[in-house]
């Protein structure tokens, strides 16, 4: 299972921390992340940290702005989000079993999400 939290309304330029309670597997059985979906648009891939070496990957569109991290015993991940801006709203969901394939982030499962806001 995968529970995100810590959404909310946010000013543009400002900061939010998105964590995920994960149970049922272990991050070094499956590569964790992140990914978005705002109001009309299609899913987009937001981060994915290795099971092999911890790397992560990262969308073009928050790559510098946003970083994935995982505490293993605490099985939850998250999500730092600086330099917030007005296109980064959306429902976010941590996944579990990410991927990239041909440059595009995948996931395989995922839980409830929680919505971001950013105004300007």
């Known amino acids: 299972q995968l529970q995100a939290s810590g959404g909310g309304s946010v000013q543009a330029g400002g900061s939010l921390r998105l964590s995920c309670a994960t149970s049922g597997f272990t991050f070094d059985d499956s590569a964790i992340g992140w990914f978005r979906q705002a109001p009309g648009k299609e899913r987009e891939g937001v981060s994915c940290?290795?099971?092999?070496?911890?790397?992560?990957l990262y969308g073009d569109s928050v790559k510098g702005r946003f970083a994935a991290s995982s505490d293993k015993a605490k099985n939850t991940i998250y999500l730092q989000m600086n330099s917030l801006r007005p296109e980064d709203t959306a429902v976010y969901y941590c996944?579990?079993?990410?991927?990239?394939?041909?440059?595009?982030?995948?996931?395989?499962?995922w839980g409830q999400g929680t919505l971001v806001t950013v105004s300007s």
């Open positions: 996944a579990a079993d990410c991927d990239e394939v041909h440059g595009v982030l995948i996931y395989a499962h």
């Open positions: 940290i290795s099971k092999y070496d911890g790397s992560t």
